[in-house]
T-cell receptor, first 113, second 114 residues
Framework: EAQVTQNPRYLITVTGKKLTVTCSQNMNHEYMSWYRQDPGLGLRQIYYSMNVEATDKGDVPEGYKVSRKEKRNFPLILESPSPNQTSLYFC????????????FGPGTRLTVT | AQSVTQLGSHVSVSEGALVLLRCNYSSSVPPYLFWYVQYPNQGLQLLLKYTSAATLVKGINGFEAEFKKSETSFHLTKPSAHMSDAAEYFCAVTRNTGGFKTIFGAGTRLFVKA
């Protein structure tokens, strides 16, 4: 089944403890992206990747890191999480430059205390 | 700069009534426009998209949207609401000049009353 998977689905952590949220797609898509969803703000783009070893900042990149070493994986890294990063996170993928619809993962609900 | 405005954070309709969810955008170049739906505890699913072909776009589950350049609008409609339509709906815009920057509206939660 074609899909985007994320792990974990739920995570509660403490301030400053490094964490990684994994994202994987099995559709051979070139583009991948991370969003955070907050009430009343919709989805805001954190980082995106156009292909392996090609990443760029979205609108809210502060406090996050990403890497794209393989085409199928695009992990989101929080080196020192803070409570304002408590949010619902979505990974998405898109086939390529001329195909604009995105396919979303199920989401990761992160709570930082 | 691009922006997306969805009028009404909550919309309530009766089952069988018309659904109208409003979306206005601003973009310095012709955009690609999308409506996504999010059911509780799920990710977003594509409802429909406008990519500079027909201005009236039909999507899944009986939804459609019309691109009106003069009004910079892309409102989502469905003639007859069903209980299963209750969800959150997001309008999004992507520039058609390449790249991956996508701007989402704040979302509209649709309630359907029996």
């Amino acid at each position: 089944e074609a899909q985007v998977t994320q792990n974990p689905r739920y995570l509660i952590t403490v301030t400053g403890k490094k964490l990684t949220v994994t994202c994987s797609q099995n559709m051979n898509h070139e583009y991948m992206s991370w969003y955070r969803q907050d009430p009343g703000l919709g989805l805001r783009q954190i980082y995106y990747s156009m292909n392996v070893e090609a990443t760029d900042k979205g609108d809210v990149p502060e406090g996050y890191k990403v890497s794209r070493k393989e085409k199928r994986n695009f992990p989101l890294i929080l080196e020192s999480p803070s409570p304002n990063q408590t949010s619902l996170y979505f990974c998405a993928s898109r086939p390529g430059q001329h195909s604009y619809e995105q396919y979303f993962g199920p989401g990761t609900r992160l709570t930082v205390t | 700069a691009q922006s997306v405005t969805q009028l009404g954070s909550h919309v309530s309709v009766s089952e069988g009534a018309l659904v109208l969810l409003r979306c206005n955008y601003s973009s310095s170049v012709p955009p690609y426009l999308f409506w996504y739906v999010q059911y509780p505890n799920q990710g977003l699913q594509l409802l429909l998209k406008y990519t500079s072909a027909a201005t009236l776009v039909k999507g899944i589950n009986g939804f459609e949207a019309e691109f009106k350049k003069s009004e910079t609008s892309f409102h989502l409609t469905k003639p007859s609401a069903h209980m299963s339509d209750a969800a959150e709906y997001f309008c999004a815009v992507t520039r058609n000049t390449g790249g991956f920057k996508t701007i989402f509206g704040a979302g509209t939660r649709l309630f359907v009353k029996a």
